[in-house]
């Protein structure tokens, strides 16, 4: 069966920029046009949902240019794309912590989710300045003030309804696959990954293509999914 949610940690730029003797950012603006051709190649593919990890709450440890870089390409990207995006029908929404994030890329957020949220082709669900772990205690806290506010009582909390306090409410990951050769899901979708299959190629991001997504796809197609269970 296909997939509904797949989810990319799209990693590798600065080695692909690197081992051209470019600048780490060179890699990062190759992957952001990568990124764009797979959004539109996933709905044409009847993926309802792509997750997509373009920065995470650590990657702050990095120098302030290249953060500063990721935060304009972000801003660049979408002043640049938005309109092909959403003339495609693709709804984007954002997960992570909106603390410690420039205005402008705030304001970048709120306009891109606001002007695709009637759309139904499929989602795009960037995640940025995002984190796991801090996604889990996010939901948690969110949890406990709505039983302190008597919206819901402590008996309520399931598995599923401790899902809908995650950053956005999606059904779970079917397929994650992580470019650039690492073999660890580096505080990503934590949540959401409980019975995913993993895909894990060697292939830098900015030279993941269109038929490298459909391998990952063919190959999740083969898997034998059984969730506990026995055949
Ligand atoms: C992934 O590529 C993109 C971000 C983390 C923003 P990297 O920048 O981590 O590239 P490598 O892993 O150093 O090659
Ligand atoms: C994961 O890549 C984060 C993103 C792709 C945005 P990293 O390059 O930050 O992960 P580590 O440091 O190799 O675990
Ligand atoms: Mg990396």
């Known amino acids: 069966m296909k997939p509904k949610h797949v989810a ?64 304009d390409l972000f801003i660049k990207m979408f002043k640049t794309k938005f309109a092909k995006l959403n003339k495609k029908g693709i709804k984007v929404v954002f997960s992570g912590r909106k603390i410690n994030l420039r205005s402008d890329v705030i304001e970048a957020m709120e306009y891109i989710e606001d002007n695709t949220k009637q759309n139904t082709a499929g989602i795009l669900n960037i995640c940025f300045n995002y984190g796991g772990q801090e996604e889990i205690v996010d939901a948690s806290l969110k949890i406990h003030e709505d039983i302190v506010n008597g919206k819901i009582k402590e008996d309520d909390v399931t598995k599923e309804l401790f899902s809908k306090y995650l950053y956005q409410d999606l059904p779970p990951i079917d397929l994650l696959i992580r470019t650039g050769g690492e073999l660890r899901v580096s505080n990503f979708m934590l949540y959401q990954m409980s019975y995913t299959e993993f895909y894990f190629t060697n292939t830098l991001f900015p030279d993941f293509s269109k038929s490298e997504f459909n391998k990952a796809l063919f190959i999740y197609e083969n898997r034998d999914r059984r969730f506990g269970n026995v055949k």
């Open 8 to 71: 990319i940690i799209m990693d590798g730029n600065g080695r692909w920029a690197l081992k051209r003797g470019l600048k780490r950012s060179a890699g990062h603006l190759e992957g952001s046009k990568i990124l764009e051709h797979l959004a539109m190649h996933a709905i044409d593919a009847g993926i309802e949902v792509l997750s997509v990890y373009a920065f995470s709450t650590d990657n702050f440890k990095r120098s302030a240019e290249e953060v500063n870089y990721l935060m």
